[in-house]
């Protein structure tokens, strides 16, 4: 069959919300766009664990304490489904960790911002959970199976994360003076940088048309936004805490609440390397990867030395 | 970087005793063992199963989806094998 034959076939599929899956033919740049979107997708929840690692010692209860470890077990387990959805479009899993560790591939510059205070414990789940489930939802009709099917699993155990950190942020809200400040300069450090997770404006974003027609994505990163700003300011009232936007009202018209700029300078800073922790983040994730070098290879010497045994007894 | 990357295993899960054990997803790990106890840790945190199969992705074969036309072509002209192909009377209630 004719390459143009083979994408119209492919497209059709697609149009027809059939699921393309690892052994079908697809385009060579569906399948790049795809590896580079869900590892990026994978190295973000590997990432992710770090901001959050930093408060479980030092949770204020054991309560919190035991919910916090579960979140950054769930956020492991969700780069494991992640990258064993890219590896089954023929990637290996220690070429992606080489692309991480690499800085080859990119990760959510969320996680490049550090979390100083128990606050942004709160500030995280409720923001930057709430912002992932934003994205990941309509993934779960993406149109490539394996990723479709990691994305479903996901959703359902991210809607905790959200609730945790929200419980948080309205206990500290509740709370003494000083707590309620607490949860404010939380919300205040964590909104603009929640919004830009959803990546750049439409109009600047180089790989939204094409993924829209893929199914890849079902909307565009500022619908995404809006949608993100429409569900998150009554939260806000129900906290009692002050979104960080002088210009942030609500559009009667457009049946939506209108918002300020946003600041793409910092945005690009951060996805360049520069924001306050990309180096600690990097840094720490070359060490893991290292210092478990040596456990990888006496599993394997271990796992091989026991299977030679059962061959001789065996014999 | 590891000389050796562990090999890939694919998972399968019972949620509850009667059902099949269904494809779950898949991991690395050295030996089968690890991969059950990685099993456990990655896809049944929230008990989502009662049973769970590890098996090396490399042992399994599988149909070829650009012959599956020919394939699965056999079954394709056989409505008779359907309960509704038969004409019964409607006085035939139940059966």
Redesign the interface.
């Known amino acids: 069959m004719k390459t143009t034959h083979l994408e119209d076939n492919f497209q059709q599929k697609i149009d027809a919300e059939e699921r393309i899956?690892p052994?079908?033919?697809m385009p060579e740049t569906y399948r790049k766009t795809l590896i580079r979107q869900i590892s990026q997708h994978a190295h973000s929840e590997i990432v992710g664990m770090l901001p959050e690692g930093n408060w479980i010692t030092r949770a204020p209860t054991l309560r919190r304490k035991a919910a916090l470890l579960?979140k950054v077990?769930?956020e492991a387990?969700h780069g494991?489904?992640l990258y064993?959805a890219a590896?089954t479009l023929g990637v290996?899993?220690?070429t992606l960790l080489?692309e991480l560790h690499t800085g080859k591939a990119k990760y959510s510059s969320i996680f490049n911002y550090p979390t100083i205070s128990w606050a942004d414990m709160g500030a995280i789940g409720w923001l930057v959970d709430g912002a992932a489930i934003m994205n990941q939802v309509p993934l779960c009709r993406a149109s490539y199976g394996p990723y479709a099917?990691?994305m479903v699993?996901i959703c359902k155990?991210e809607s905790f994360h959200q609730r945790q950190g929200f419980e948080i942020m309205l206990t500290l809200s509740k709370g003494t003076p000083v707590q309620k400040a607490m949860a404010q300069d939380a919300l205040n450090r964590w909104w603009w940088p929640s919004l830009m997770m959803f990546g750049p404006n439409d109009a600047e974003s180089q790989h939204t048309e094409q993924s829209v027609r893929w199914k890849i994505k079902r909307f565009t990163n500022d619908e995404l936004r809006q949608k993100f700003v429409d569900a998150t300011v009554p939260q806000a009232e129900i906290l009692g805490i002050r979104i960080p936007d002088p210009d942030l009202k609500w559009n009667e018209e457009r049946g939506h609440y209108d918002f300020g700029a946003i600041n793409w300078d910092e945005f690009w800073q951060v996805v360049k390397g520069n924001g306050p922790c990309n180096q600690e983040r990097m840094e720490a994730r070359v060490k893991a990867h290292e210092e478990g070098?040596w456990v990888?290879?006496a599993?394997?010497a271990?796992?091989s030395k026991?299977?030679q045994k059962l061959k001789e007894q065996v014999a | 970087?590891?000389?050796?990357?562990?090999p890939?295993f694919e998972v399968f899960i019972r949620s509850k005793s009667g059902l099949h054990h269904k494809h779950a997803?898949?991991?690395?790990a050295?030996?089968a063992t690890?991969a059950l106890e990685n099993a456990r840790?990655?896809?049944t945190?929230?008990q989502e199963g009662v049973s769970i199969w590890v098996v090396e992705s490399r042992h399994i074969s599988?149909s070829?989806?650009?012959d599956s036309d020919a394939f699965f072509e056999p079954a394709k002209d056989k409505i008779y094998r359907h309960p509704t192909f038969y004409d019964l009377p409607d006085e035939l209630k139940h059966m």
């Open positions: 899956e052994k079908d033919w579960a077990q769930d387990g494991l489904y064993s590896e290996s899993r220690d080489d099917r990691a699993r155990e070098e990888r290879e599993a394997m271990y796992a026991q299977s | 970087m590891s000389a050796e990357e562990w890939l997803g898949s991991l690395h050295a030996d690890m840790d990655v896809y945190r929230r599988a070829d989806p650009a």
